[in-house]
């Protein structure tokens, strides 16, 4: 057996004759397991967080969508039904997107209406966010879904005939206006759902039938805004996204999910980030009592040590000895730390016991990653406290 892990083990396992090491080294190892379940939560919190945020993305926007880098429009050809053929996608829509000003009443708003079509729920299940009224009818073509925002905004509701919702854009065209009665194209609708995903979303689209969409905006009936990409769940994404780009040319643009809302993705993995480098320091304020705990049983040892170095033993093995032993005890701290934090994080998972409100469960995610960095981590900063505190030992000590 090793020689200095055997010692090692001894001196981690049998109690000192001094009580004060004692407890300095249980607070010691509490400590470490403290700051390993804290850890361990903290960033399967932060999963669990950043899956429920973007399954509202995941809701509203497709896995890919293809717009034309030329302009806001281009005309849906053969060419490119082809391109989607080719690629053995798992569904496609036709959709238009163009900013409009609301009003209602003496009330107005500025959005974007989103005119789709009938295969539109085949690529997004927006219509699971609606949680009044009905979503879009295609049969009338003058009936659009609100946002909650855009019906508090206006004070509209789901099916009130009492007044039309007004959209209107300006029509397209050079020089100045002369009449600004001709200036706007408008047509008025009736809201026949209200629908509720994130604030942003929400007092940004009003959604409609695609040729509501092509009168406003004066487009033919093959002119659409881009064509958004459901793909099979089989299918690697990146892998159809190079396909289908390489197959439409330069004249298109294929974004990701990702690429779409890349501010937002950003902004998760940076909070992602700051919970960890956080939580980290707090870990090696908790590993400075392991550091303190290790010098404390150096002092103790002193004349054992003594007897081991005038019996052959060098600095080298009799530090090693202490490497080990604190090395040992954040182990011991790890193992106990992630026993415990497991188990809370697949039982809320399960349970959902921790409420934010009465209807929602506090959002938790296992995921192995996460152990492997708490390892990781623990391991690295205990090796490293383990090697400070032992650096204490000098042959001037023991000799």
Not at 166 to 174: S, T
Not at 273 to 301: E, H, Q, R, W
Request: glycine share 6%.
């Amino acid at each position: 057996m090793n020689f200095p892990l055997y010692i090692a083990k001894r001196y981690l396992l049998s109690k000192s004759s001094n009580n004060a090491i004692n407890i300095i080294t249980f607070i010691a190892t509490l400590g470490v397991i403290v700051s390993t379940i804290a850890l361990f939560v903290v960033l399967s919190v932060f999963s669990g967080l950043k899956d429920f945020s973007l399954s509202f993305i995941r809701t509203s926007d497709p896995d890919l969508k293809i717009s034309s880098t030329y302009g806001k429009s281009f005309f849906m050809g053969d060419s490119i039904e082809e391109a989607l053929v080719k690629n053995k996608i798992a569904a496609y829509t036709k959709v238009i997107e163009e900013r409009v000003f609301l009003s209602y009443g003496d009330k107005s708003h500025v959005a974007s209406v989103k005119g789709v079509d009938s295969n539109y729920l085949n690529v997004n299940r927006l219509d699971t966010a609606v949680y009044y009224g009905n979503w879009v009818n295609y049969d009338h073509i003058y009936t659009v879904v609100v946002g909650s925002a855009i019906s508090n905004s206006l004070s509209i509701a789901s099916y009130d005939f009492t007044e039309t919702l007004k959209m209107a854009v300006p029509r397209p065209g050079k020089g100045y206006i002369t009449n600004p009665k001709n200036a706007f194209n408008q047509i008025g609708v009736q809201t026949i759902g209200i629908y509720r995903l994130t604030d942003d979303i929400d007092k940004k689209f009003v959604y409609g039938n695609l040729i509501m969409a092509q009168e406003l905006l004066n487009y033919k009936p093959n002119q659409i805004s881009a064509i958004e990409v459901r793909v099979g769940p089989d299918d690697d994404v990146k892998e159809v996204q190079n396909e289908l780009q390489l197959s439409l040319g330069d004249r298109f643009e294929v974004k990701t999910r990702q690429q779409l809302n890349s501010v937002f993705y950003k902004m998760l993995n940076t909070e992602n980030l700051v919970s960890y480098l956080v939580f980290t320091l707090i870990l090696v304020i908790a590993l400075f009592n392991v550091i303190g705990a290790i010098v404390m049983m150096i002092i103790d040892k002193r004349d054992n040590l003594k007897t081991l170095f005038h019996l052959g033993s060098t600095v080298r093995e009799i530090r090693k000895i202490f490497v080990f032993q604190g090395f040992l005890l954040t182990f011991f701290g790890l193992v106990v730390g992630l026993g415990i934090s497991i188990p809370f994080v697949l039982l809320q998972k399960k349970y959902g016991f921790i409420m934010i409100t009465q209807s929602l469960a506090y959002p938790v995610e296992f995921r192995l990653i996460n152990v492997v960095v708490v390892i990781v981590t623990l391991l690295c900063l205990g090796y490293l406290s383990a090697k400070i505190a032992s650096a204490r030992i000098s042959k001037k000590l023991v000799s």
